[in-house]
C-alpha cells in the first residue's frame, strides 16, 4: 500500500482506499454496477405443481386444448386470490385460447397480449391489467410478454411452458423482479412427471439455479450442454450445475472491485434517494400546474385518488404573441385536443404507462413555465396603492432583472452562475429601498381608470426614465459579487481537478491528454462566458402612493 499511495500517515481506510480508486481505478471513468451491491430486489420463490401426467403434454407444453389439467389448475390459482397474475405463454395462440376460456366460462377477469395487437390494443391490455380498481386479474401473454413490459405492482408470475432459453427465462421474471417490486416474486410452474416440461423444470431450477436468481453465465452453460436428451435428465442436470458454479466462480474472481467501489457509494445514493423522496412529497408542483390550468381556462378533473385528467375548453386565454396558424384559440403545450391523464404519484406512473407522469423535467411542465416566462403580459404595470408612512403622489419603481449568461449547454454553465433574479426598489430620490420593503403582490390596489394612469405615467416620464437608469445601476452593483463568486467557485474547482489529473497522469497511464486539454478548454469557455454575463431587465411595475 505504502508503494501505491506513497505517505498514507493518518488516513484512515476509507481515505486509502478512496485514494487507490482515484490513482489506479479505472471506475474514474468507468461505472459497473452488479446486483449484489444495490438494495431493493425482491427474493424469487419457485412453486412447482405436479399435475397429471394423463392430461398434460408430454413434449409440448406450449400446446393446450381445454382438456388440459393444466386449465383447471389454473383457474384454481386465480380463484384461490384476489392478486393479480401475469401468465406467460411460448405461443400466441395459446395465450388467445386461454383467455377466451376464462372469458366465456369463469367470471374471472382475464386479458390477452400478443403480437397480433397493435401498440394501441397492447398498451389498452396493459393498462386494463395495470387498473387496481377494475382491472384485469389475469394478464395471459405471448413471449412478447417478457419484453419491456414493466409490470412489478404484480408478483406472481405463472410460466405455463418452459422455453428452452434461460435468457427467456431470465427476461419473463424480469417483468416482476425489478426495484419497484414490494413483494417477493411467486414463480408458478406446472409439470407432469417425465414430461419435458418436468426436465426443463429441473435444469433450470436445479442446474441453473435461474429460480433463485440471475445467473450470467446460464445461457452459455445452456448452449454447451448439447442435445436436450430427456433420457439423460440426472447427467445434465449435474453438468450444468457444476458448469454453472465454476463460470460464476470465474466471473467472481474476475471482477474489478475498485471498479464497483467506485461505481455505487451508498452515502451517496442514500442523499439522492432521500432528495427524491422529498421531491415526491411535496406538493409544489401540484400546487403551480392546478393554478397554471385554472389560470389558462383549462379543465381539471380526478379520475382516481392518484389521477386526474386535463383537456382543452372554448374559454382558454389566448396567448398574445399568436401566430397565423394558432390565431383561432390558443393551445396549452403539448395538450392534445381530448387532453391527457396525469399524476403526481410514481408508483402509478410506473404501474400505468398510459399516464403521464408530470415532474419538473416533463415537457408539459417546462413548456407551461416558459409560456409564463416568455410571455410579455405583465412585464411593464402601473398600480396605485395606499402605503403607510409614503406621502400621497410619490412614486416608487420596482424593477426585476435576470441574469443572462450565454454559454453552449455543454459547458454546464448553470452549475456556478444559475438563473437568478435581482430586485431593486427605487425612490425618487434614487435610492434602493428593496432590503426594507420586501416584494408584495398589493392586492389592495386602487381602482383607478386607465386614462388617468396614462396620464400620469406621461407627466413623469422623464423621473420614470431616470429611475429606471439607477435600477439598472443598483442591479449590476447587486449582480457582480455574485459574478466574481461564480467565477472563483468555477476556476478553483476546474484548475483543482486539472492539478489532479496531470499528478494523476505521472503513475496512471489511463489518464489521457486530451482529458487535460478538454478541462484546460472548459475553463477559458466558461471564464469568458461568466465575464461576459450581465443583467437584463425583465419587469417593471411602477407603484403610486394614494
Not at 404507462?353 to 402601473?382: C, H, K, M, R, Y
Amino acid at each position: 500500500m505504502q508503494a501505491r499511495l506513497g505517505d498514507t500517515t493518518g488516513m484512515t481506510d476509507r481515505a486509502m482506499v478512496n485514494a487507490l480508486l482515484d490513482r489506479h481505478g479505472t471506475g474514474r471513468v468507468l461505472f459497473r454496477n452488479v446486483r449484489e451491491s444495490v438494495a431493493g430486489f425482491p427474493d424469487r420463490e419457485l412453486k412447482a405443481y405436479e399435475l397429471d401426467p394423463a392430461g398434460f403434454p408430454a413434449s409440448d407444453a406450449g400446446s393446450w386444448s381445454p382438456a388440459d389439467v393444466r386449465t383447471d389448475w389454473l383457474t384454481g390459482l386465480f380463484e384461490s386470490t384476489e392478486e393479480k397474475f401475469l401468465v406467460i405463454c411460448s405461443r400466441a395462440e395459446t395465450a388467445i385460447a386461454l383467455d377466451r376460456y376464462l372469458s366465456e366460462r369463469t367470471t374471472l377477469r382475464s386479458v390477452a397480449f400478443h403480437e397480433g395487437l397493435d401498440l394501441v390494443a397492447r398498451d389498452r391490455a396493459a393498462n386494463y391489467f395495470a387498473d387496481t380498481e377494475r382491472g384485469a386479474q389475469v394478464l395471459i401473454c405471448s413471449e412478447i410478454g417478457s419484453e419491456g413490459r414493466n409490470f412489478q405492482f404484480a408478483h406472481h408470475l405463472v410460466m405455463f411452458d418452459l422455453p428452452a432459453s434461460p435468457d427467456l427465462i431470465e427476461q419473463r421474471i424480469g417483468r416482476l423482479d425489478r426495484i419497484g417490486q414490494q413483494h417477493n416474486v411467486m414463480i408458478h410452474v406446472p409439470y407432469a412427471a417425465g414430461s419435458r416440461q418436468h426436465f426443463m423444470l429441473r435444469l433450470i431450477d436445479e442446474g441453473l439455479n435461474l429460480f433463485d436468481g440471475p445467473n450470467a453465465a446460464a445461457q452459455l452453460v445452456f448452449d454447451e450442454l448439447g442435445e436436450l436428451d430427456t433420457g439423460r435428465a440426472g447427467e445434465l442436470v449435474n453438468a450444468a450445475r457444476e458448469q454453472s458454479l465454476a463460470r460464476a466462480q470465474a466471473m467472481r474472481q474476475g471482477r474489478d472491485r475498485l471498479i464497483e467501489l467506485n461505481s455505487h457509494d451508498p452515502g451517496v445514493s442514500a442523499s439522492l434517494v432521500q432528495a427524491i423522496k422529498a421531491a415526491d412529497s411535496s406538493r409544489e408542483l401540484e400546487d403551480y400546474l392546478e393554478a397554471s390550468f385554472e389560470l389558462f381556462g383549462l379543465e381539471s378533473e380526478p379520475l382516481t385518488e392518484t389521477t386526474w385528467r386535463v383537456r382543452p375548453t372554448e374559454g382558454m386565454v389566448r396567448h398574445s404573441p399568436v401566430s397565423l396558424e394558432t390565431q383561432d384559440r390558443y393551445r396549452y403545450p403539448e395538450l392534445p385536443e381530448e387532453g391527457i391523464a396525469y399524476t403526481y404519484d410514481r408508483n402509478t406512473a410506473l404501474a400505468r404507462e398510459d399516464i403521464q407522469f408530470l415532474t419538473w423535467e416533463n415537457p408539459l411542465v417546462e413548456q407551461a413555465l416558459d409560456l409564463v416566462a416568455s410571455d410579455t403580459t405583465g412585464n411593464s404595470t402601473v398600480i396605485a396603492i395606499k402605503i403607510q408612512g409614503v406621502p400621497a403622489g410619490t412614486m416608487l419603481l420596482e424593477a426585476l432583472h435576470v441574469i443572462d449568461c450565454i454559454a453552449p449547454a455543454h459547458l454546464g454553465a448553470a452549475r456556478f452562475l444559475p438563473p437568478a433574479v435581482v430586485r431593486s426598489l427605487i425612490t425618487p430620490q434614487l435610492q434602493d429601498v428593496s432590503e426594507s420593503v420586501p416584494f408584495s403582490p398589493w392586492s389592495d390596489v386602487l381602482d383607478i381608470s386607465r386614462d388617468a394612469l396614462v396620464k400620469i405615467v406621461s407627466q413623469q416620464e422623464k423621473g420614470i426614465r431616470t429611475m429606471i437608469t439607477q435600477a439598472e445601476a443598483v442591479a449590476e452593483g447587486k449582480f457582480e459579487p455574485i459574478r466574481a463568486d461564480a467565477l472563483a467557485r468555477m476556476t478553483e474547482q476546474l484548475v483543482s481537478e486539472v492539478s489532479r489529473l496531470k499528478a494523476l497522469a505521472e503513475v496512471n497511464p489511463n489518464v489521457r491528454p486530451d482529458e487535460i486539454a478538454f478541462l484546460e478548454n472548459q475553463r477559458v469557455q466558461l471564464t469568458e462566458a461568466i465575464d461576459k454575463s450581465q443583467v437584463r431587465l425583465d419587469a417593471v411595475r411602477l407603484i403610486i402612493a394614494a
